[in-house]
Each structure stands twice: as C-alpha cells, then as structure tokens.
C-alpha cells in the first residue's frame, strides 16, 4: 500500500462524496448517493473507484483528491470545513431527532400512554421491551414530558422528564423491580436522561445537558446515540476534542454493534470528522501528522513519521514525537480503509510544553502532568502556578490524542487515569463542580470500555 500521510487540516472531507454536502434548500439526495450506496454494498474499495462526487468541488472550494503540497503550513487555506450550519443539520439528524425510543427495538412505537395520531393505529411495546412493566405512576410523567417536547416546549418537558427521573431514582422505573431485569431498569433511566440532555441542549444550557449525558452512558453505555449527545454537549461547550472523541467511541459502537445503516454511518463520520477539524483551527501551539501502519518495524516507522513531521511542519520541531503507545483512527468510510491503523506524530512550538506532553503519553502508568510520580502531592501554589502557566495547554494536547485514539496499549484504563489525575489537580484548586463533573465523566469512561473490546481471531476460534 502506497503510504500517505494526513497533517493537520487533514482534508478528510475529500475522502467523502459531495452528495454528503448537499446544497442548500435541497430537499431530496443527488443520484451520486444512490451509486455511493452500490459501491458500499459491493464493497467496492475506495482505492479502485471514484464517485461521480470526486469530479466536483467540495464546499471550500478544493478539489476532491486533491493532496496538500508539502511545507504548505499549518493549515490549507482555505481551511477544510464543514460550514456550522451543515454542521448543526448533522447533530440534529444524529442527535436531537425525535425518535420513538429504537434503542428499545420497537421503532415507531408511542411512549406508554401517549395517544397515537388518529391515522397510526395504537402499537403494544413487544415482548421483553422494559415499557411493558414500567410503573404506572412514571407513565404520566414520561406521557407529559413527551407531549411538551414535541411541541417545542423544552423547559416544561424537562421539568416532567425530571419529575419521571426522581421517580426511577425512588423505586419506581419498572412495576416489580425485584422480577425486572437490572438492565431493563437502567435503560428506562438512560432514556429519561438523554431526553433531558436534548432539552437543556435547546433551551441553550449545555453545561447542564452534559451532567445528564455523562448519566444517560453510566445507565446505558452501549448506546451509539447517548455518545453523540454527549458529543453534541462538548460541542457546545466548545470543547471540540473531547466532542470528538464522544463522536469516534459513537462510531466504533455503531460499528460494532452491527449497524448496517449507510446514511447514519456517513453521519456520524462526518460529525466526528467536523469536530476533529474544530479542535485544530484554532490551536497554535502544537500541529499532528498522521501516519498509516502497517504493522512494520515500529521503530523505523516512528523515524520516519518524525522526519516527515520536521518537513511538512518546520514551526513546531522544538519538540517533536510519536505516540508509542496509541492505535489511532481517523473517520473513513468503513469498506474504504478497514481498520486502518495510524501513527500520530506530534510537534510543538515550545520545547517544555512538547517534553511534559511526552513524558504524560509514554509512561506505561500514566501521570499528572508537572509531577515527577503518579499521585504525589504538590502544594496549593504550585499546582495553580502549574495550571495557569502549562497545565491548561498540556490537558488541551492531551485531549486532541484522545480524539482519535480509540485503543492504548498501556491499559484499556489509560484515559480514565489521565482524567482521575485531572480531577485530582481540579481538587487541589479547590474547584470542586469542575472536579465533580470530571468525575461523573471518567466514570461513564469506564463503563464504555468494555463495549468498545473487539474479539481476537484466537478467542472467537475458541
């Protein structure tokens, strides 16, 4: 395979047919899409074919396929990006429509109580679905709360999916929890948060929104959609790695769990591919080359990824360095690139920034940035002149590898151990919500983790 490198600005949006980026007031997909969907079911790779999209202008005004001349900068000009407003048309679809519940596996079905329009004959939740023991005093409120929100009446509708939340939270999610399944219960609770996420995303308070997301992915972390919300929240907190991240795990559960459709799939990488971008445009401090793997000698690839970094990006070679330890993904198409692995290689405008980076990412048991071991103390002082001086900036590269590194070789825990140390420095600020809320997001981390584990050849043979 021909090697080829992707560097900051990554132009990813090339490697996605311009039906992905419909023109505005369209209402209906170009015929392209209809040959893009005989390509994925043929499985026809991206290295044989083009679409009739590769021939046309994606929205910066590049052409498709076209390649960046190396030394051309941090960043292409113009830059590779989607514009907000398909931006925003991408997370509604992914994540604010309102759906009736298809993690619950019965599709079109109303909630328990509410009256179907009169031309949709009323639908019973099928066998095993948890809405066929939930409690009748939860019903109510989950019937209000889904009336108010299809009218658009946001904070009425949260104030009753609250109502429904304190409900679950006394005992009453299901008629007889002692014969209901644990699962069943959680998954009543996860739907009521990631309803509430989407209203506070409404009504404009995404802090308050993430607090329920962090919640909805405890309850039920397998669920592709409670990640995208998550990632939604991020978003608009205008924390772009972290959103990306939320998009990527999105995506690999999606993968995972056997999802077949071409439209969400194609959705949820451009979202994550977006983010991605967001997180880079505004960053001076540090620029990325990615590398594909190939599973070669590891040391001559890293010398190699780090001597085409120096070239491509002569600004940031104060320090530079690959990840050792990371199995890095990027947003394609899955019948392109199968499981295609990537290098990151990072560079740094200041010398200390890129060395405390280094020392965090390499170290088999991860550590707090500024401490020497894993844990120690640091006075009050310190830890806030650390924070202000070189803290902010190191967490910041740290989250962007997080955005594409769905795997570390250190430990399946690595990155909630990178997010224990950093509620541990917020505590020593004594910045207690912060750390709160870093908490409740290392912990829907570690439920994840488990779901995102693909079986070995060995173990599936056995």
């Known amino acids: 395979m021909e090697t080829q490198q992707v560097s900051q600005g990554l132009g990813l949006s090339q490697w996605f047919p311009s039906h992905m980026f419909p023109q505005e007031g369209s209402s209906s997909r170009a015929p392209e899409a209809e040959e893009h969907k005989e390509q994925h ?31 051309a900068g941090i960043f292409p000009s113009p830059l590779l ?4 407003g398909k931006l925003r048309e991408i997370e509604a679809q992914l994540v604010c429509a309102d759906e009736a519940d298809t993690e619950f596996g019965f599709g079109d079905v109303a909630l328990p109580g509410v009256t179907p329009p009169a ?14 023991c939930v409690d009748a005093r939860l019903q109510l409120p989950l019937q209000e709360g889904s009336a108010r929100y299809r009218q658009e009446q946001f904070a009425a509708a949260a104030a009753k999916f609250s109502t429904a939340l304190e409900l679950c939270s006394r005992g009453f999610a299901t008629e007889d929890p002692l014969k209901s399944s644990p699962d069943d219960i959680s998954r009543v609770a996860s739907f009521i948060e990631s309803k509430l996420v989407i ?36 978003r608009c907190l205008q924390r772009y790695s972290e959103a990306a991240r939320s998009a990527m795990i999105a995506d690999c559960l999606y993968i995972l769990a056997g999802g077949t459709a071409l439209e969400t799939s194609d959705l949820i990488q451009l979202y994550w591919q977006a983010l991605i971008q967001e997180a880079l445009s505004g960053e001076v401090s540090f620029s990325v080359l990615y590398t594909p793997f190939e599973k070669e000698d590891e ?38 690139l199968p499981d295609q692995e990537y290098l990151l290689t990072l560079g740094f405008r200041n010398r200390e920034i890129g060395k405390t980076v280094e020392k965090s990412v390499i170290r088999k048991l991860p550590i707090c940035p500024g401490q020497k071991t894993a844990f120690s103390p640091s006075t009050e002082e310190e830890t806030e002149t650390f924070w202000e001086n070189t803290g902010k900036k190191i967490m910041a590269v740290i989250d962007f590898i997080g955005s594409t590194k769905i795997k570390d070789k250190r430990s399946p825990c690595a990155r909630a151990i990178e997010h224990f140390h950093r509620a541990s420095l917020l505590g020593r600020l004594q910045r207690g919500e912060e750390q709160a809320q870093v908490m409740a997001q290392v912990m829907a ?12 050849q060995e173990d599936d043979k056995l």
Not at 119 to 132: F, I, L, Y
């Open 199 to 234: 209203c506070y995303l409404k009504l404009g308070q995404p802090d308050i929104a993430l607090s329920h997301s962090h919640r909805s992915i405890i309850e039920n972390p397998s669920y592709f959609r409670n990640h995208l919300r998550q990632a939604a929240c991020f």
């Open 119 to 132: 031309h949709q004959a009323p639908a019973k939740s099928p066998e095993g679905s948890p809405w066929r």
């Open 81 to 84: 990006h989607i514009p907000p």
């Open 41 to 71: 079911r043929t499985g026809t790779d991206r290295g044989n074919c083009k679409t009739k999209g590769d021939s046309h202008e994606d929205l910066t005004g590049t052409k498709a396929g076209a390649q960046l001349e190396p030394g």
């Open 445 to 456: 981390e570690l439920a994840t983790i488990p779901y995102l584990q693909r079986v070995s």
């Open 299 to 336: 040391a001559d690839k890293i010398k190699e990824a780090n001597k085409s970094f120096a070239e491509k990006h002569p600004d940031y070679v104060q320090h530079i360095f690959t990840d050792p330890h990371g199995i890095h993904l990027l947003p394609e198409r899955a019948e392109s």
